[in-house]
């Protein structure tokens, strides 16, 4: 069914959703009104720790619009998910005791006709607590103790190596918290009828948000429908269920109303999530030539006081560089903030820049070309569990992205290499890595009687361009013109589909579109040979062939043949319609026995001015083996906004908290920095390698949202030095860290 005429996949397509943005007619979730509507505002915790002891809300139901106050003691009852069946990274329901965890906490939450009257109504509610400290203590040490630690992967011996090498580093790296900060607020508008929800949500996993809300609300899954058509992204702070979207489903059953919840700015520092605070030491050991001989690498992650979410830092650690030697172990720290969640990149991209800011580091100690140290130990199959690589040309990531960047011509001598007005610039590299993999998928697809076809997954589009690919791939196995395809997606009413998360959606789609598409086919053709008005009535099944909309004998080319809107109409019927399936790439046979990631390098050049404390990215050049591109254009936009949100990571973004009171002091998009348009690198130059992965599927593709992010961090803080002398280890880079260097200097 492949036709390799079929020439969209790999070109630089525009968004078929572009004119619905564009236009103000795409629908995100709190654009969503109903006849009757309340409008929901939560009351949230002053206090990091302690418990309530009193609740007073007489004021505020006595004011205007004011339907009803939910709290501990007078709300209606919501449930644990059992996390075998649902993912929820908070499990603790809203108001199931009076104990208070963080700051902003859910207390109250407040019912009214109007979100205006709502609001008024929760400031007007007063909360009485029995408050001790927090502790929101930033250094993470006690996680790094021996026996905090928890082994997940080694092999060989790394103390003994470590003590026989002739180079070492011995260093620890810390990231902060980052908030997600996605422009559309986390929404959630619930109706309710009949014992029966349907939720527009914000979410980047519909079909798991089912789940989830049914288990927490205590009703069968067929009962709850999660719609979703439009996200304003979410950067894996919308992956999962949060206590929104349970408060405003529960107020709409209770109330028989429907009820819009909206968060605001400041709910997104605590009640949504957030990039854990890491704290990283790596150890390594290398010959004087500069191969590897350990990597010991320990890290812990911050986490909330009842949950067990961390940073999985270690993840790309054990394949990325060839080393005999290697032990990877893990802690988590806990302590009273909201919830961590992903957040692009999850794991790796804070693990990378440890990772490779050591290696960075280890090249200069060798007095080695930090691309050649890289090079020299690239290993030749996946020594974390011995199995070949489906697909590695980080090789060709790191010559070509040296030659695209003039690497050749750095010279590594610190502070050596100026503008003609003197400003000084830095160079830096950085490798990256990140998994590929297929989630079960279903889709189903149909001809139709018009000329037009339609095909359908419970998958969701977070602004990515997953409408748009959904249709090339379309094009792709049929050939029918992009214009005559219909996307459904965004409702759990759809043949399940994956999350919006890890960067699988793209990988996963292909087999079941394909699967569904071939079905669609055979009951087209069997309409063809069978049909009373048929022009092939009475022909063989095996005799006809179907291409670029028409059906035809094989014997005789597609334009003779006759088109698909014709053999439904010659049989009176308005569709052929096909079920299409996957399996995770664990269960393919043609994954089986294989090791599947991506990969790529990240070039990076800064200018540092010291007499006016200027630091800015001038140039990034990234190239990615991601496997078949599907969508030049949107993959293009996707990496470029990751490089951005890396300088975000490396210059610009931690979430502090108020060390008394646990409080984020900066939870506004004014002392929160996040990367401008004057923080964007003026050149930022992005390169795919043509390298299909067929143990993925047919078509090769894997995902790319997530390694556009991974090692710019690092990248950065190594131009950072190159220009300044100055290892940052802790992110994000601060003018105070380079200064103080400018003053040593001026003071020798």
């Excluded at 026995?593 to 050049?621: N, Y």
Aim: with cysteine; proline share 5%.
């Amino acid at each position: 069914m492949l036709k390799d005429n079929a020439t969209t996949i790999g070109t630089p397509v525009p968004r078929i959703d572009g004119p619905y943005k564009t236009t103000g007619t795409a629908k995100y979730s709190s654009d969503h009104n109903f006849p009757g509507m309340l409008h929901a505002a939560p009351v949230c915790a002053t206090i990091a720790k302690g418990k309530i002891t009193g609740i007073d809300t007489t004021v505020a139901e006595a004011m205007r619009g004011v339907v009803k106050i939910y709290h501990y003691g007078n709300a209606p009852h919501l449930y644990r998910p059992i996390p075998r069946d649902a993912r929820v990274d908070e499990a603790r329901p809203a108001f199931e005791d009076e104990n208070v965890y963080y700051s902003g906490q859910y207390v109250a939450v407040v019912v009214a006709e109007t979100i205006e009257q709502a609001r008024a109504a929760a400031r007007a509610v007063k909360v009485a607590y029995a408050a001790e400290k927090p502790d929101n203590s930033p250094d993470l040490s006690d996680g790094l103790q021996e026996d905090a630690l928890h082994e997940a992967y080694k092999r060989g011996d790394v103390d003994g190596a470590f003590a026989l090498g002739a180079v070492k580093i011995d260093a620890t790296y810390v990231t902060p918290v980052e908030t997600h900060n996605p422009m559309e607020l986390h929404a959630s508008v619930a109706t309710y009828d009949n014992g029966k929800f349907v939720l527009y949500e914000t979410t980047q996993s519909i079909v798991n948000h089912r789940s989830a809300m049914a288990q927490m609300l205590g009703v069968p899954v067929e009962n709850v429908q999660i719609i979703m058509k439009f996200l304003g992204s979410g950067f894996g702070g919308k992956l999962w269920v949060w206590q929104h979207s349970l408060l405003a489903a529960s107020a709409a059953r209770d109330l028989r109303r429907p009820v819009k919840l909206v968060t605001d700015r400041h709910s997104q520092f605590t009640n949504v999530g957030h990039r854990p605070r890491t704290q990283q030491r790596l150890r390594l050991a290398a010959t004087a030539e500069g191969k590897l001989s350990c990597i010991q690498h320990d890290y812990s992650s911050e986490t909330s006081i009842l949950d067990n979410v961390g940073e999985n830092c270690g993840e790309s650690t054990p394949f990325l560089w060839s080393t005999p030697n290697l032990r990877v172990r893990s802690s988590m720290s806990r302590r009273n903030v909201g919830t961590p969640t992903a957040m692009r990149g999850p794991g790796a991209v804070p693990g990378l820049f440890a990772l490779e800011s050591a290696m960075d580091e280890l090249a200069i100690r060798l007095k080695m070309d930090p691309v050649q140290l890289r090079l020299l130990n690239e290993p030749e199959k996946d020594e974390s569990n011995g199995l070949p690589f489906s697909s590695r040309h980080m090789k060709e990531c790191l010559t070509l992205g040296a030659e695209k960047f003039g690497w050749a011509k750095r010279n590594p001598v610190v502070g050596s290499m100026k503008k003609p007005d003197g400003t000084i610039l830095g160079w830096g590299m950085a490798g990256a890595s990140w998994g590929a993999g297929r989630i079960p998928t279903s889709a189903n697809f149909a001809f139709r009687d018009d000329g037009s076809v339609r095909v359908g997954c419970a998958t969701q589009d977070i602004g990515t361009g997953t409408y748009t690919v959904f249709s090339q791939m379309v094009h792709h196995i049929t050939g029918i013109s992009m214009g005559r395809i219909e996307v459904a997606l965004g409702d759990t009413s759809l043949p399940p589909g994956p999350l919006s998360g890890g960067s699988r959606v793209t990988g996963s789609l292909f087999p079941a579109i394909q699967d569904a598409v071939n079905a669609a086919t055979k009951q087209l053709l069997q309409i063809a040979v069978n049909g009373v008005r048929s022009p092939f009535k009475g022909a063989k099944l095996d005799d006809l062939a179907f291409s670029e909309g028409r059906v035809y004998r094989k014997a005789d080319n597609s334009a003779s043949g006759v088109s698909f809107e014709e053999i439904l109409r010659s049989a009176n019927l308005r569709f052929a319609i096909g079920e299409g399936s996957s399996v995770a790439s664990q269960q393919d046979p043609k994954a089986k026995g294989l090791s599947l990631h991506s990969f790529g390098a990240q070039f990076v050049e800064v200018e540092w001015d010291p007499g006016i404390a200027r630091l800015r990215v001038s140039r990034v050049v990234t190239v990615i083996d991601g496997g078949q591109i599907i969508n030049l254009k949107a993959a293009t936009n996707q990496v470029e906004g990751a490089i951005v949100m890396g300088v975000g990571m490396g210059l610009l973004e931690e979430t502090i908290y108020d060390q008394r009171y646990g409080h984020p002091v900066n939870a506004n998009y004014a002392d929160y920095l996040v990367a401008t348009h004057a923080d964007c690198p003026p050149a930022i130059d992005v390169t795919f390698l043509d390298y299909p992965d067929k143990a993925m599927s047919e078509i090769g593709a894997r995902g790319i949202g997530e390694i556009g992010l991974a090692g710019v961090a690092p990248a950065i803080t190594a131009a950072v030095y190159h220009a300044s002398g100055v290892r940052v280890r802790e992110l994000p880079v601060r003018m105070e860290d380079l200064l103080q260097s400018v003053n040593q200097k001026h003071r020798a």
